[in-house]
């Protein structure tokens, strides 16, 4: 009994409860407090992002850097943003495969939530464009006709007026848009993938990429496919009118010659 209160008394013992005290309130705090939202949300961003590390490390390290600074093999990764990824990975482009003049779509390998997760992680290297909401990508409501003007100007020299594509100079090419989803469409537009440039937001706006998709999605729907016929490479009416002309007559003339042969052999035997 005289050793404890002698230890109660010890000079430091004011200080030990004092920080027993502290310790215990803090605890307490932390264990009642609002179970705070964010900081949930945020950790499982944070396992989000472990996930893509991993994943990007077996992948996409060998030619993107460990880091994702870039290598000879390929470019820095460090604020292209989860779009970049979102759309690089999504059509297959990424991971490549072998090298050339340009690197084609091919079978998706990663599902969904693996593209989240090496978004995720590419994303928090360094700020980039986020990957759109259905909302804006969606071609619902939006302005085809418009759509279809904005095409014209921005994206046919490349894609042909349909979108159905075209060779570029040094076996590069724009390809053919059919089929291409509605997001995956928005995203190359924000990104600009290898040669083609990109459009940001101040150049066209969310409204327009949208009546952009709309254009494309009602062009390469059953029903207005091809009214009349045989569709020539969706070349605009004048073009096809004039491979018409061309090539109808080319044909009026070559049956001509060979009457006049004919005739010609007839009358000589
Ligand atoms: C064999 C090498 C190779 C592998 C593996 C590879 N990449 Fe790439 N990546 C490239 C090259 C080369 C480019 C540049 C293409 C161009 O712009 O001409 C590129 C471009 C990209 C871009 C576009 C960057 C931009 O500026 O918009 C993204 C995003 C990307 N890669 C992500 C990935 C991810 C994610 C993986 C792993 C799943 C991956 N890559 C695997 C070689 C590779
Ligand atoms: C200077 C030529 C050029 C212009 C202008 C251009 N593109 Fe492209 N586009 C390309 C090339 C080249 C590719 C292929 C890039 C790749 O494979 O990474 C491409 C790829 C695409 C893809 C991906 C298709 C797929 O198969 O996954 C879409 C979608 C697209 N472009 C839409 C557009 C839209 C919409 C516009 C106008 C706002 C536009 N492009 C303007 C050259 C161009």
Redesign the pocket.
């Known amino acids: 009994m005289k050793k404890l209160s002698a230890r109660r008394r010890h000079p430091l013992a004011a200080v030990v409860v004092l920080l027993l005290a502290l310790a215990a309130t803090g605890g307490l705090y932390t264990a009642f407090a609002p179970a705070s939202k964010a900081k949930a949300d945020d950790s499982a961003q944070s396992l989000t992002i472990e996930e893509g590390k991993k994943?990007?490390e077996?992948?996409?390290?060998?030619?993107?850097g460990a880091g994702g600074q870039g290598t000879t093999?390929?470019?820095?990764?460090v604020g292209?943003?989860a779009a970049?990824?979102d759309?690089?990975?999504g059509t297959g482009?990424?991971?490549?495969?072998?090298?050339g003049a340009?690197?084609p779509r091919k079978k998706v390998?990663?599902n969904q939530a693996e593209?989240d997760q090496?978004?995720a992680?590419?994303a928090s290297l360094g700020a980039g464009p986020s990957v759109p909401t259905k909302n804006q990508y969606s071609p619902e409501g939006a302005d085809i006709a418009k759509g279809g003007e904005l095409f014209r100007t921005n994206c046919a020299q490349c894609h042909n007026f349909t979108g159905k594509g075209g060779a570029l100079t040094h076996g590069k090419f724009a390809p053919d848009l059919e089929g291409v989803q509605p997001k995956h469409i928005y995203e190359a537009m924000q990104?600009?993938?290898?040669?083609m440039p990109s459009f940001p937001d101040t150049t066209l706006s969310s409204k327009n990429k949208k009546d952009i998709i709309a254009y494309l999605h009602s062009v390469n729907s059953d029903q207005t496919k091809n009214p009349g016929g045989l569709e020539l490479g969706g070349l605009g009416p004048v073009s096809e009118g004039l491979f018409g002309w061309i090539f109808g007559l080319g044909v009026l003339i070559a049956v001509a010659v060979w009457v006049a042969a004919r005739t010609a052999k007839a009358k000589k035997s």
Do not use: E
């Not at 093999?73 to 990764?77: C, T, V």
């Open positions: 994943l990007y077996v992948g996409c390290a060998s030619c993107h093999d390929g470019p820095s990764l292209v943003g970049a990824v759309f690089q990975v482009r990424m991971p490549a495969q072998q090298p340009q690197i390998i990663y593209i090496l978004a992680y590419i990104t600009g993938p290898q040669n």
